[in-house]
């Protein structure tokens, strides 16, 4: 039997176009200063979850939220590209409002979850986009069975574990907070994955935490 696989799921800080409600998709956006606040606030919320290695999205933003810890907690840090958000083609680096201007039947489709949808140019379809993501969880989770993985990643991503481990489908309603920089436990065993902890952001306290993210992701 594989060993259990603590992961420590975290969200990049926040970014400009968190803020001015714009698809970032796998565009590479740096943190904004809230994001770095947010993401120096991590060494010291992590410090004793017993963490091995942290296992982070080579999108820039992601990257800069790991390092602000793992350097801090002399974490290993390696890059994975399985865990970058969404790719949404053309639609990557519009706001919601444009979107829904420009193209009113992808921003339908976006909005519904239709699981088949993939944006022209690059976009990925929300079916293939989950399946991306717990795969790529469940292959880190063995890679490092038995020890404590830190998962740096995006909002579209969590959803996506949220899902899996609360066996919820795809086009269910999301009631759950995806916030920047918020940490969330899931426990991965030969079973798949299961909800420990979510949306932890007792050690954001004080920030001007928005909260804001990608929702239809």
């Given at each position: 039997m594989t060993e259990p696989t603590r992961l420590i799921a975290i969200r990049h800080g926040e970014t400009?176009?968190?803020?001015?409600?714009?698809?970032?998709?796998?565009?590479?956006?740096?943190?904004?200063?809230?994001?770095?606040?947010?993401?120096?606030?991590?060494?010291?919320?992590?410090?004793?979850?017993?963490?091995?290695?942290?296992?982070?999205?080579?999108?820039?933003?992601?990257?800069?939220?790991?390092?602000?810890?793992?350097?801090?907690?002399?974490?290993?840090?390696?890059?994975?590209p399985g865990l970058r958000e969404r790719a949404f083609g053309v639609m990557q680096g519009h706001t919601y409002e444009e979107i829904e201007t420009r193209w009113p039947d992808w921003a339908a489709r976006w909005k519904a979850r239709d699981p088949d949808f993939a944006a022209p140019e690059g976009g990925e379809s929300l079916a293939g986009f989950y399946a991306r993501c717990v795969a790529t969880a469940e292959r880190v989770a063995q890679a490092h069975a038995g020890r404590t993985v830190a998962l740096v990643c995006h909002g579209g991503v969590l959803d996506c574990l949220y899902r899996a481990?609360?066996?919820?489908?795809?086009?269910?309603?999301?009631?759950?907070?995806?916030?920047?920089?918020?940490?969330?436990?899931?426990?991965?065993?030969?079973?798949?994955?299961?909800?420990?902890?979510?949306?932890?952001?007792?050690?954001?306290?004080?920030?001007?935490?928005l909260a804001l993210d990608e929702s239809s992701t």
């Open positions: 400009a176009w968190n803020t001015e409600h714009r698809l970032q998709g796998q565009l590479d956006i740096p943190l904004n200063p809230l994001g770095r606040r947010q993401a120096a606030c991590l060494p010291e919320a992590l410090r004793h979850e017993g963490l091995d290695v942290v296992v982070a999205s080579d999108l820039g933003r992601a990257w800069e939220t790991a390092r602000a810890f793992a350097g801090p907690l002399g974490l290993p840090l390696l890059p994975e481990a609360a066996r919820l489908p795809l086009d269910a309603p999301r009631t759950w907070q995806l916030g920047n920089a918020a940490v969330n436990r899931l426990l991965h065993t030969p079973q798949g994955l299961t909800l420990v902890g979510w949306n932890d952001q007792s050690h954001l306290d004080g920030l001007d935490d």
